[in-house]
């Protein structure tokens, strides 16, 4: 949810207290996790990607399969791998990490997973692709220019570079 941070103080206990201003409604939240232990994670706020930026990165990903011959899905799963910030690695269990790959892949065409080795015995790797549907703005405009740069270097027409400004605009991106 989206909110701003209006305060930091430190209680009587020293422990540090935030504020924090929310443009939705919490009341049924909060007053169902009152006097509980929560998860508490705050970073800055991206609006989520549009649909429009979506189905430009699908056209791109299309003529791209086409030019060279290739399958979309592949297409779409190689470009998520060249773009920062969109996975996790996580170190797990060996044994278990077939059933958190099974699980993970499972959720949609762009979530990947890749079991790398790990230097602790009995444990390996997992690196945990995100699939697209999770992009925020500049998740998606990164996928998006790593498209038209493959693009442009196939020959494939796409936007310009005011079209491409103007959209990037419109989804509150870079």
Request: hydrophobic content about 35%; some cysteine.
């Amino acid at each position: 949810m989206r909110g701003r941070l209006i305060d930091l103080n430190t209680g009587r206990n020293q422990k540090q207290r935030i504020t924090v201003e929310i443009d939705e409604d919490f009341t049924e939240s909060f007053d169902a996790l009152k006097d509980t232990d929560i998860n508490v994670e705050v970073k800055k706020y991206r609006n989520r990607r549009s649909l429009d930026a979506n189905a430009y990165a699908w056209v791109l990903i299309d003529k791209i399969a086409s030019a060279l011959s290739l399958n979309k899905v592949d297409v779409y799963r190689n470009a998520i791998k060249n773009i920062g910030g969109v996975s996790d690695t996580v170190c797990i269990i060996e044994n278990a990490a077939d059933k958190l790959i099974s699980g993970w892949t499972a959720k949609g065409l762009g979530w990947q997973a890749e079991r790398t080795e790990s230097k602790i015995d009995g444990c390996v790797n997992v690196i945990l692709y995100y699939g697209s549907s999770t992009y925020d703005t500049k998740q998606m405009s990164d996928l998006i220019e790593s498209l038209v740069f493959d693009a442009e270097n196939l020959g494939i027409e796409t936007l310009t570079p005011d079209e491409l400004e103007r959209i990037n605009q419109e989804w509150g991106g870079k």
